[in-house]
T-cell receptor, first 115, second 111 residues
């Protein structure tokens, strides 16, 4: 199994440009999430999905859109990039467990710089 | 959103020393996880603690969940350079399965 894969690994955008960060998992996990990681702020949840066709907002959703048409894929879209979106983005997947606390499997991350 | 505070934010020690990292909150979590992240990679789960007062050991790492399930600690005995990395605690909210992450502790173990 490849686990969780993310593309691209690095990206430079100009303010106002749009792009899609790709995330795929081959573990048949129902849950998928997108986080951003900034220095001194840990990981913050952007959007998450509990299954195909179901998405919900996390802690910092503004400026980002997601969709979940298949179990495997969970793309994150930036419609109009802003310098404040410069960050490292991580996708994660997990299998639900009664009472929570399931193991989240993270991808290697996408490093995004918005000029 | 429930908040988690980690301390210290940075820790630089010599090989062989012991250290403790703390993760504190005013909120109750249903469980708490510790992750380790190396440069250029995503976090990897080390342990999940579920019961208040629970202690789990993973070789030289000891994890404890507070009795009230609001705080946790990670103790490393005889640290080695291979322990270098970013340690993150994450609380599972009582209202569901969403994770709230602490800010992280960057540990450097010098040979």
């Amino acid at each position: 199994n490849a686990g969780v894969t993310q593309t691209p690994k690095f990206q430079v955008l100009k303010t106002g440009q749009s792009m899609t960060l790709q995330c795929a998992q081959d573990m048949n996990h129902e849950y998928m999430s997108w986080y951003r990681q900034d220095p001194g702020m840990g990981l913050r949840l952007i959007h998450y999905s509990v299954g195909a066709g179901i998405t919900d907002q996390g802690e910092v959703p503004n400026g980002y859109n997601v969709s979940r048409s298949t179990t495997e894929d969970f793309p994150l879209r930036l419609l109009s990039a802003a310098p404040s979106q410069t960050s490292v983005y991580f996708c994660a997947s997990s299998r639900p467990r009664s009472g929570g606390g399931e193991t989240q499997y993270f991808g290697p991350g996408t490093r995004l710089l918005v000029l | 959103t429930q908040l988690l505070e980690q301390s210290p934010q940075f820790l630089s020690i010599q090989e062989g020393e012991n250290l403790t990292v703390y993760c504190n909150s005013s909120s109750v979590f249903s469980s708490l996880q510790w992750y380790r992240q190396e440069p250029g990679e995503g976090p990897v789960l080390l342990v999940t603690v579920v019961t208040g007062g629970e202690v789990k050991k993973l070789k030289r790492l000891t994890f404890q969940f507070g009795d009230a399930r609001k705080d946790s600690s990670l103790h490393i005995t005889a640290a080695q350079p291979g322990d270098t990395g970013l340690y993150l605690c994450a609380g599972v909210e009582t209202s569901g399965s969403r994770l709230t992450f602490g800010e992280g502790t960057q540990l450097t173990v010098n040979p």
